[in-house]
């Protein structure tokens, strides 16, 4: 009887020491073709970059569970949420983050306006080639330089936003905006999947052009530092998940997910 006890002990000591931790991320649900949700499941080049990465990581079994950006940061702000990706680096304005992982996309942000923006010329003075007009955002997207910024205090610049590159794309094509600022290759294959939808037509609603490039941005995971001790997993995790993406990257994987979804599409 004592062996069978001893036995069973040696076995669930084994099964605990090899348990997986689970941990969830969250990914922001709309942002093609980086991070978005698609017929109810999470893709996007981020998304298949990171599952991939945590597949390796055997320790861990992670869920990535989609929720809309803003919302997002709020969990890692109140520490209740562990991760979130894709942030850009931003430490005094989301003191709350941190560590971030190491870079994984390097994503180029333009502005892009209705055709007759540029009727008299390019405009390629960023931002005060755009004084007096209205530069549509995704709701939480805060990449504008101070500059900019002091632009919309003294009112010369306005600022709308909204919940997601689609619908930003829609007022810009029914002239409810005239321009709108984001990642190059989210704007593209944007517009190009809503001309298969039938919601964007150029010959019916007018070209939407590229402006300027604003800058280059990386994107990361991005940890919260709040919560006291409620991730005692987090240095752990944060270790190896930066040492598989940068062999992901330096192996071309990365690359190659990238050009998958690419394509043709950005132009």
């Not at 990914?27 to 390796?56: N, R, W």
């Not at 990581?57 to 990535?64: L, S």
């Not at 003294?154 to 829609?170: F, P």
């Not at 939407?208 to 800058?215: A, L, N």
């Amino acid at each position: 009887m004592k062996r069978v006890i001893a036995w069973c002990w040696a076995v669930l000591a084994a099964t605990s020491a090899h348990a997986e931790q689970p941990v969830t991320v969250f990914a922001d649900d709309a942002y093609p073709p980086y991070s978005y949700v698609h017929e109810g499941k999470m893709t996007g080049i981020y998304t298949e970059v990171l599952q991939e990465a945590f597949k390796q990581m055997t320790d861990y079994k992670v869920q990535i569970r989609p929720t809309p950006w803003k919302r997002g940061l709020k969990f890692l702000e109140q520490g209740v949420g562990f991760a979130l990706y894709p942030p850009y680096l931003r430490k005094k304005a989301r003191p709350y983050i941190g560590p971030y992982s190491v870079p994984i996309l390097a994503e180029q942000l333009v502005v892009v306006c209705r055709e007759e923006v540029f009727a008299e010329g390019p405009r390629t003075d960023w931002p005060y080639d755009y004084i007096g007009l209205t530069i549509g955002r995704n709701s939480g997207f805060e990449t504008f330089s101070v500059d900019f910024w002091r632009l919309v205090a003294s009112d010369k610049i306005k600022v709308e936003s909204a919940g997601g590159t689609r619908i930003n794309l829609l007022k810009v094509a029914k002239n409810r905006i005239p321009c709108y600022a984001n990642d190059k290759l989210s704007i593209f294959w944007e517009l190009k999947q809503m001309e298969k939808d039938g919601e964007y037509k150029p010959s019916e609603h007018g070209r939407i052009v590229e402006g300027v490039v604003i800058s280059a941005e990386w994107g990361h995971v991005g940890y919260t530092n709040q919560g006291g001790g409620r991730f005692p997993f987090k240095n752990d995790f944060v270790e190896q998940l930066d040492i598989i993406i940068e062999k992901m990257k330096s192996s071309g994987r990365v690359n190659k997910i990238v050009e998958r979804y690419a394509g043709s599409q950005a132009n």
